[in-house]
């Protein structure tokens, strides 16, 4: 049974605009920026020096490490991993002269995904679920489920299960796998890969 989430705990020096909602047990630490506008969910951590844009939605359980910025028109689902000094964007063309705040292009990183230290998502990208970002890519198109990425630009090197335990499976046509961790059994049905239900697995 899960301990009561305790309420949430903002430091001294943080900001945390007037509307922003956070959930409970949500902590937001040193030097960190949340506008009135974010939607935070419960028991996120937010580290060092992090930045939530007025358009963001931020699910619950999410880590985000020291240095992040959420810019607005971002979106992590429930048990994201943001590792230290990853970067989001939201215009593609970026120009100090011209406004393009109407061109944002909505980044979504779905349910469990990690993205490692220093990478980059570019925007108007969909990461899939339990995705694994490695350290220093840049991510210019939609990530599939389970799929583990790495290079500049981003490319699948493998696959990966639930609990961060890389499967030996080929990248293309059909294949299935166990987590040796959790013995949880992962089909691959013409290159995609999804986690079996569990009387599937009997």
């Known amino acids: 049974m899960n301990a009561p989430l ?11 605009d007037e509307g922003a909602v956070l959930g ?3 902590r937001v630490w040193h030097f960190s920026h949340v506008c009135g506008g974010a939607r935070i969910g419960a028991g996120c951590s937010l580290g ?17 490490q020291n240095n992040v910025s959420v810019y607005d028109a971002v979106t992590l689902e429930d048990e994201v991993f943001c590792g230290p000094s990853m970067v989001f964007t939201n215009v593609y063309n970026p120009r100090s002269g011209i406004v393009r705040k109407d061109q944002y292009r909505r980044t979504l990183v779905r349910h469990g995904a990690s993205i490692g230290a220093n990478a980059t998502i ?3 990208v969909t990461v899939g679920a339990y995705a694994f970002i490695g350290a220093g890519a840049v991510v210019k198109r939609d990530v599939p489920d389970f799929a583990l990425m790495a290079g500049v630009p981003a490319r699948q090197v493998g696959w990966i299960s639930r609990f961060g335990e890389r499967l030996p499976l080929r990248l293309g046509g059909n294949g299935e796998a166990t987590c040796p961790h959790t013995g ?4 691959l049905v ?5 986690l079996l239900p569990p ?3 009997l």
């Open 190 to 194: 013409k290159g995609v890969c999804s």
């Open 6 to 16: 305790e309420t949430n705990a903002v430091h001294a020096s943080a900001i945390v």
């Open 184 to 187: 949880e059994v992962y089909q």
């Open 24 to 26: 409970p047990g949500t």
């Open 122 to 124: 570019v925007c108007g």
């Open 199 to 201: 009387h599937s697995q």
């Open 48 to 64: 060092q020096n992090v930045f939530v844009g007025n358009d963001v939605v931020i699910g619950n359980r999410v880590k985000i």
